[in-house]
């Protein structure tokens, strides 16, 4: 019975959009924004299929927040017919829903991707009765490899958290921000500065991090020189802006976390998440989602360079949920013009892809659970 107390009030008690840190949620799409025009194409490399073993040495898990199937064949078309998502041979599905709803949240659905269990909306790296659970970052740490957080967020913010923090609310960005301080993470790059300086309890976490030996950086063109040793990149005082503004942050941090985490011999595990899919879809805007899609496709790029030459490196692209209910109406290829319909300005219960690339990616395939995700990136890196 007090458990069952206990997971009322917490639901009762978190607030989701009272802070600044969820303002995207208010966004609104102009009729004009559900059609992308269209424009030039990247360049798509093909890499070989080959790898050294059948086990990865490291793992990149690259999480689309919202990303559903309709999200990817809008950027597909976007860019005229090629993703470096055309570089993953196995995929299959994953099902998103959690311990408490139907539809999941991003901190449900990330904690079962990070740590492997159902939770409820809202909570935060614990299990439904609000126990800590540990995460696929914290069991590699215990296994002595490199670590690294990548978002285009708040480094705070429901995702990324999932991987480092556990909290009953996933609203308690501080106490989230504390938890980076209790764990040997080598480099975390996003938004999210004001939860570490501007904080109720008076401290500077910046302090606490240049004392554990971390370089503390807050300008992408420093943070990208870093090649070594341990890295604090926050980027923006709560989320990083839309791409026109943030440019090729994502990407960038991506390599840059790359760069410094394969110094391990032992190995690494990072996680990279394109935020603002998700915030594109919940403004109904497809120009919005399209610019964000691309974004995370060309930082599959990066990964996938990296993973080419070192034939050792496991990719795994998935999402925590879908968001928008987004449905194509119209589209070319040619032109790369794509035209969007959406069912709601909030998530969705539909199954999401899921994408592997490297030694092990076989493995992912068919109709899977979330949780089933975060197992099999267990068992592939972590289990001798």
């Known amino acids: 019975m007090f458990k069952k107390i206990l997971l009322l009030f917490v639901l009762a ?42 086990k990865p040495k490291n793992v990149i898990f690259m999480i689309g927040d919202g990303m559903g199937v309709s999200h990817v064949f809008a950027a597909l078309t976007a860019n005229h017919g090629k993703l470096f998502l055309n570089n993953f041979k196995y995929n ?26 159902k939770t409820y909306n809202g909570g935060l ?10 995460s696929l970052l914290e069991m590699a740490e215990e296994k002595n490899l490199s670590t690294g957080l990548v978002s285009t967020s708040a480094i705070t913010h429901a995702t ?9 609310s996933r ?14 993470i080598d480099v975390f790059i996003g938004g999210g500065m004001n939860h570490f300086t501007k904080r109720k309890d008076g401290r500077n976490l910046l302090e606490d991090l240049a ?19 341990k890295l604090a990149g926050l980027t923006a005082e709560m989320h990083n802006p839309r791409l026109a503004e943030r440019g090729d942050m994502l990407p960038v941090a991506t390599e840059t976390a790359i760069n410094i985490l394969s110094n391990n011999k032992k190995g690494f595990f990072l996680m990279v998440e394109g935020s603002a899919i998700d915030w594109g879809s919940h403004a109904n805007s497809t120009i919005y989602v399209i610019e964000d899609m691309l974004d995370f496709d060309r930082s599959i790029g990066k990964a996938l360079e990296f993973a080419a030459k070192d034939k050792e490196t496991l990719i795994v692209v998935t999402a925590d949920h879908e968001t928008g209910g987004l449905t194509l109406t119209a589209g070319n290829e040619e032109t790369g013009m794509v035209k969007g319909a959406y069912a709601t300005k909030s998530h969705s219960a539909v199954m999401v892809p899921v994408f592997a690339y490297g030694p092990g990616a076989e493995n992912f395939t068919g109709i899977m659970d979330n949780t089933d995700v975060h ?10």
């Open 13 to 54: 008690n978190m607030v989701w959009i009272a802070s600044a840190q969820d303002e995207y949620l208010k966004a609104e799409s102009e009729d004009k924004e559900k059609t992308y025009l269209g424009g030039e194409a990247y360049e798509v490399k093909i890499y070989p299929q080959k790898f050294k073993s059948d």
């Open 171 to 184: 609203s308690k960005y501080e106490n989230v921000a504390a938890d980076f301080l209790k764990t040997d």
């Open 160 to 168: 990324p958290a999932s991987f480092i923090a556990h909290q009953s």
């Open 211 to 229: 004392e554990k030996n971390y370089r503390v950086e807050t300008d992408m063109d420093k943070i990208a020189t870093v090649k070594s040793g």
């Open 125 to 134: 790296g614990v299990n439904k009765d609000t126990v800590a659970v540990k």
């Open 375 to 384: 197992k099999r990136i267990k068992e592939l890196l972590l289990k001798d």
């Open 92 to 117: 299959g599905y994953s099902k998103t829903q959690s311990a408490s709803d139907y539809v999941t949240d991003s901190a449900a659905g990330g904690t079962a991707l990070a740590c492997g269990v």
